[in-house]
């Protein structure tokens, strides 16, 4: 009898084998059985003897190949095991569990278009295998990453597409779709992106700051308002979200709400330079000179290329009426600024406070 039929049902590196009736070698059923053992025992080395001893008795014996490639996976021979995966496959085209084992060994050595390639396989050979949907979503996720991180925008919000219609609850996928548009300038995809990433996980944080970050962005304040309050009740103690609305409170002109907010913010983060100019640009507008004063040099201690904070130092200057400040003030804002409007004022500032009193 050259080959007789069996069932075989055993668990492998958490991988759960319940294989159809196959027809093998008994020759490579012995060797087969032999490498389960082994594996079972922890000589992984002696197993994947065993599992070639099988494949090489029958070379169409997938789930041979199969077992050698988690055993490779195993003793962490990448390379090995892709190419067993690869041969169970050739050998049962239709093995859904190989093609997505391949696809995890394609993903640990970061070669993510030959994993999407393996999930998109098993996903064909079985269009009910769930986890073939969710880890192919997770490689198009990963692949939404590289390109973003590579400039390319568009590849990036194509992969994030993907990755959403395959898991639509994975939030973050949304998130990442609405830092792709932003970078496109496609500001009403990037608010519905961030929104629908917010529908999934209504505690998203960064989905709320950067939200508030688009609405600042087209000037909707009132809205940018709601979403970073939204942030602050899920963290209060999130200095850049004071800031931020800090901002957007001076950008109101509301600066009775502006103050404390952005000195909240200052307490937990003293050297947020950004909270700092804020703060300095609604004192000075609130007739506080010297505390604008003060928090536009703070600003500067730790940001010196801060223009408009070289602005505010000397525009504070001039309406205390420290004139020689003023002009050394917006002398040191003409040198360093490079546009040229910011230049323009300071010379003509100087020039004004240059002038000789009227008597």
């Excluded at 219609?165 to 300038?185: E, H, M, Q, T, V």
């Excluded at 200057?317 to 420290?322: A, D, H, I, S």
């Amino acid at each position: 009898m050259a080959h007789r039929i069996f069932t075989l049902v055993t668990i492998v590196a958490g991988f759960i084998f319940v294989t159809a009736p196959v027809r093998a070698n008994p020759r490579s059923d012995e060797f087969r059985r032999a490498g389960l053992n082994r594996y079972r025992e922890g000589k992984f080395e002696e197993a994947a003897t065993a599992f070639v001893q099988a494949a090489e008795a029958d070379g169409s014996d997938a789930q041979a190949f199969f077992s050698l490639g988690l055993t490779y996976r195993h003793l962490k021979k990448m390379d090995q095991a892709i190419e067993a995966f690869k041969s169970a496959v050739r050998a049962d085209s239709t093995y859904t569990k190989a093609y997505a084992a391949m696809g995890d060994m394609y993903v640990l050595t970061r070669r993510l278009d030959q994993a999407r390639m393996s999930y998109e396989r098993a996903i064909e050979t079985d269009s009910t295998f769930a986890e073939g949907v969710k880890k192919l979503g997770a490689v198009h996720h990963k692949l939404a990453l590289k390109a973003y991180k590579q400039g390319k925008f568009e590849e990036a919000a194509a992969h994030y597409e993907t990755a959403a219609r395959l898991d639509p609850s994975n939030a973050k996928a949304y998130f990442g779709l609405g830092g792709a548009y932003r970078k496109l300038k496609r500001q009403d995809r990037a608010i519905l992106a961030y929104e629908t990433a917010l529908e999934r996980d209504p505690g998203y944080f960064k989905a709320y700051l950067a939200l508030g970050d688009v609405f600042i962005k087209e000037g909707k304040y009132d809205r940018a308002e709601r979403s970073y309050r939204q942030a602050v009740r899920i963290d209060p103690k999130a200095a850049k979200v004071y800031a931020k609305l800090g901002a957007v409170y001076v950008r109101e002109k509301r600066y009775d709400k502006a103050i404390p907010l952005l000195r909240e913010a200052i307490a937990v983060q003293p050297k947020n330079s950004r909270a700092h100019y804020y703060l300095a640009e609604a004192y000075k507008n609130s007739g506080y000179y010297d505390q604008a004063l003060s928090s536009a040099q703070t600003c500067l201690k730790n940001d010196p290329k801060n223009i408009p904070a070289k602005g505010i130092i000397a525009e504070c200057y001039e309406l205390l009426g420290k004139t020689e400040q003023a002009i050394a003030a917006y002398e040191e804002l003409r040198d360093a600024a490079r546009d040229q409007t910011w230049r323009e004022y300071a010379e003509q500032k100087i020039e004004l406070l240059s002038k000789p009193s009227s008597p």
